[in-house]
């Protein structure tokens, strides 16, 4: 089990020098030749913690849908995380979606995330860095996207985001 664990970690280092940690910003998601902004759509599924099999991003298109891609060691992500976990006073806003995306990552490292950072909205993990290099082109965490109801993205932003900031992306007053 132990070199399960250093397997992971090690492995986690080296995705966060592939995928970066980085405070700039980036453009706009890469848009589709022919296509325009909001275009973008949003596909693929992500590992929950919860022990459920794979759920598809469309199973959250029922309200906007807000993602944190982070990186397990990247220091700026778990800033970002905290400034969310305050302005929403550590509960989860009824009327949006969050969700946490650990990078190139095991469920273990989603486990040890949720528990450390105390992040009472969801958390899951992709086991590649695929999503932040379709979605962010600066390629690195953390990196936030904000879905509409119909999947499109409609924002994409490396460095941290003001809560404030998203629940004006979203257009709606996050209630809780």
């Not at 991003?57 to 976990?85: H, M, R, W, Y």
Request: with cysteine.
């Amino acid at each position: 089990m132990k070199m399960i664990k250093r397997m992971a970690i090690a492995l986690g280092l080296m995705a966060l020098m592939v995928v970066g940690c980085g405070g700039g910003k980036s453009k706009p998601p890469v848009i589709p030749e022919g296509g325009s902004a909001g275009e973008v759509m949003i596909s693929g599924t992500y590992l929950p913690l919860n022990g459920a099999s794979q759920l598809s991003f469309s199973s959250l298109f029922n309200k906007p849908l807000v993602i944190f891609l982070a990186g397990q060691f990247c220091i700026s992500c778990g800033e970002e995380t905290d400034e969310v976990k305050s302005y929403v006073r550590n509960k989860v806003p009824v009327n949006v979606n969050l969700l946490t995306l650990l990078v190139a990552a095991v469920n273990e490292d989603g486990r040890d995330w949720q528990t450390e950072k105390k992040v009472p909205w969801g958390v899951g993990t992709l086991a590649d860095d695929l999503m932040i290099r379709k979605y962010c082109p600066a390629i690195q965490t953390p990196c936030t996207l904000v879905v509409d109801k119909a999947g499109r993205i409609i924002f994409s932003e490396n460095g941290k985001v003001l809560p404030s900031r998203l629940e004006d992306v979203t257009g709606v007053k996050w209630e809780y």
